[in-house]
């Protein structure tokens, strides 16, 4: 027989109550927060009863439609807190030492609002963030430079603290410059004036000493080896000279049997020593070797715009790859030839027309980027050196196309480094300062 005994009803009830426990605490933890009244004297409804047992009731706010009722369950088994004690709200990660402040009504309506704002709050602070560094970028002195600057103008030669008195120079022709000074050629008064970058007159060469009344319409000049080379075009030589101006020698130029005699307008030197000579007459352009021996011609002496022909050849320059730099007055136009004499690439403005376009000298940095002055238009063109057009220099406002030009006439270039000299046959001696990523990057 089983050892089972009826359950009475007081057991009945007992259990009842311990199942509920769970459920009870289920439902304080989800009305945390809520005004919870306790009252041993109420019913499920406020109201006074003897038949119903003591009861909770739930203070609802006035704009939210009644709950509905709960089943009333005995006070001795459901553990009420205290009032004294704070209620951490299940919804919240509160840790377990920083405890809810009690009486924080509403806490469900402030996490709303707190959401609301942080998104537009975060936007707004990165928008900030990308306008101050806009305005860095804008304004502080970063690697990449910017238009190009004049940091010399010198319409005369001044006298300075040498004592060399400055007279005028007439046409100057060509410009030179090294780390020492800057030279002139002074074509109208057959002699090269030596500059600080001051604008100082330091020395005249060739007004006196063994180069006295030497120079005859000279048009172009480069230095080479510590030496100044001088197209001496009214003789049909080249002149050597020591940057004191002491002659070291004289190059005749050959002349062709039965033709006009050559009229040197340009030169410049290869790094291995190879010397080219422009001559306007011929419309070619020679070859000499290491020791000054005549070695051969670039063009056929045409005067045509064809490729590999030449029109008035004027100014010449070699790149560190030893390619060969041509402006043509005829063409309007620079053509770059490589060391074995192939034509590689045409720097041209208004598809070389020299109505439009007048190419008078070429300089090449050492980054590759390719100037070449124009008469015609007053300014100076700039170009990559693969032949893109990247804009103009001489500019009052280098940022604007409209601006004045500070340029009239420019016929002599040369650059050293980040400077490039500008000789002004009417304006004078100009330098500029220029950073190559400023054309590139426009």
Same mark, same amino acid.
């Given at each position: 027989?089983?050892?089972?005994?009826?359950?009475?009803?007081?057991?009945?009830?007992?259990?009842?109550?311990?199942?509920?426990?769970?459920?009870?605490?289920?439902?304080?933890?989800?009305?945390?927060?809520?005004?919870?009244?306790?009252?041993?004297?109420?019913?499920?409804?406020?109201?006074?009863?003897?038949?119903?047992?003591?009861?909770?009731?739930?203070?609802?706010?006035?704009?939210?439609?009644?709950?509905?009722?709960?089943?009333?369950?005995?006070?001795?088994?459901?553990?009420?807190?205290?009032?004294?004690?704070?209620?951490?709200?299940?919804?919240?990660?509160?840790?377990?030492?920083?405890?809810?402040?009690?009486?924080?009504?509403?806490?469900?309506?402030?996490?709303?609002?707190?959401?609301?704002?942080?998104?537009?709050?975060?936007?707004?602070?990165?928008?900030?963030?990308?306008?101050?560094?806009?305005?860095?970028?804008?304004?502080?002195?970063?690697?990449?430079?910017?238009?190009?600057?004049?940091?010399?103008?010198?319409?005369?030669?001044?006298?300075?603290?040498?004592?060399?008195?400055?007279?005028?120079?007439?046409?100057?022709?060509?410009?030179?410059?090294?780390?020492?000074?800057?030279?002139?050629?002074?074509?109208?008064?057959?002699?090269?004036?030596?500059?600080?970058?001051?604008?100082?007159?330091?020395?005249?060469?060739?007004?006196?000493?063994?180069?006295?009344?030497?120079?005859?319409?000279?048009?172009?000049?480069?230095?080479?080896?510590?030496?100044?080379?001088?197209?001496?075009?009214?003789?049909?030589?080249?002149?050597?000279?020591?940057?004191?101006?002491?002659?070291?020698?004289?190059?005749?130029?050959?002349?062709?049997?039965?033709?006009?005699?050559?009229?040197? %307008?340009?030169? =410049?030197? /290869?790094?291995? !020593?190879?010397? @080219?000579? $422009? *001559?306007?007459?011929?419309?070619? &352009?020679?070859? #000499?070797?290491?020791?000054?021996?005549?070695?051969?011609?670039?063009?056929?002496?045409?005067?045509?715009?064809?490729?590999?022909?030449?029109?008035?050849?004027?100014?010449?320059?070699?790149?560190?790859?030893?390619?060969?730099?041509?402006?043509?007055?005829?063409?309007?136009?620079?053509?770059?030839?490589?060391?074995?004499?192939?034509?590689?690439?045409?720097?041209?403005?208004?598809?070389?027309?020299?109505?439009?376009?007048?190419? %008078?000298?070429? =300089?090449? /940095?050492?980054? !590759?980027?390719? @100037?070449? $002055? *124009?008469?015609?238009?007053?300014? &100076?063109?700039? #170009?990559?050196?693969?032949?893109?057009?990247?804009?103009?220099?001489?500019?009052?406002?280098?940022?604007?196309?409209?601006?004045?030009?500070?340029?009239?006439?420019?016929?002599?270039?040369?650059?050293?480094?980040?400077?490039?000299?500008?000789?002004?046959?009417?304006?004078?001696?100009?330098?500029?300062?220029?950073?190559?990523?400023?054309?590139?990057?426009?």
């Amino acid at each position: 027989m089983s050892g089972k005994r009826p359950a009475s009803p007081d057991a009945d009830e007992a259990t009842e109550a311990v199942d509920l426990e769970g459920a009870i605490a289920e439902i304080d933890r989800l009305l945390a927060g809520m005004d919870i009244e306790v009252d041993s004297d109420a019913g499920p409804n406020g109201a006074s009863s003897e038949s119903d047992p003591p009861g909770i009731s739930i203070a609802e706010p006035e704009d939210v439609p009644p709950a509905a009722s709960h089943s009333t369950v005995p006070i001795e088994t459901m553990p009420v807190a205290p009032t004294d004690t704070p209620q951490q709200d299940p919804q919240q990660d509160t840790p377990e030492d920083v405890p809810t402040p009690a009486g924080d009504e509403g806490g469900g309506e402030d996490a709303t609002k707190r959401t609301r704002f942080k998104w537009p709050a975060l936007w707004a602070g990165l928008i900030l963030i990308a306008v101050l560094a806009g305005v860095w970028y804008l304004f502080s002195d970063s690697d990449e430079g910017g238009p190009p600057l004049v940091r010399l103008a010198v319409e005369q030669p001044i006298t300075g603290d040498a004592g060399i008195v400055a007279t005028q120079w007439v046409d100057p022709a060509a410009v030179a410059a090294n780390d020492d000074a800057i030279y002139v050629l002074d074509r109208g008064n057959n002699r090269i004036l030596a500059i600080n970058d001051q604008g100082e007159v330091v020395d005249v060469l060739c007004e006196t000493g063994d180069c006295a009344f030497l120079l005859s319409d000279p048009q172009a000049m480069r230095i080479h080896a510590d030496k100044l080379y001088v197209a001496n075009t009214g003789a049909a030589e080249i002149v050597v000279l020591t940057l004191d101006g002491s002659l070291v020698s004289q190059i005749p130029l050959p002349a062709d049997e039965g033709g006009p005699a050559p009229e040197p %307008t340009g030169l =410049a030197f /290869a790094n291995t !020593g190879l010397m @080219f000579v $422009s *001559d306007g007459a011929t419309d070619r &352009v020679l070859r #000499f070797g290491v020791l000054g021996d005549f070695s051969g011609y670039l063009g056929e002496g045409l005067e045509d715009d064809a490729r590999y022909q030449l029109s008035d050849p004027a100014g010449l320059t070699v790149d560190f790859g030893g390619n060969l730099y041509v402006s043509e007055r005829g063409n309007g136009r620079v053509q770059k030839f490589s060391p074995a004499g192939r034509l590689l690439t045409t720097f041209w403005m208004a598809a070389g027309d020299p109505d439009v376009s007048t190419a %008078t000298d070429v =300089a090449v /940095a050492e980054d !590759g980027t390719v @100037f070449f $002055s *124009d008469t015609k238009r007053s300014i &100076v063109h700039v #170009f990559s050196q693969e032949g893109r057009y990247l804009g103009i220099l001489g500019l009052l406002d280098a940022t604007r196309r409209d601006s004045p030009g500070v340029l009239r006439e420019p016929v002599g270039l040369d650059v050293v480094e980040d400077r490039l000299f500008v000789i002004d046959a009417r304006e004078g001696l100009y330098e500029f300062e220029f950073d190559s990523s400023y054309w590139f990057r426009r």
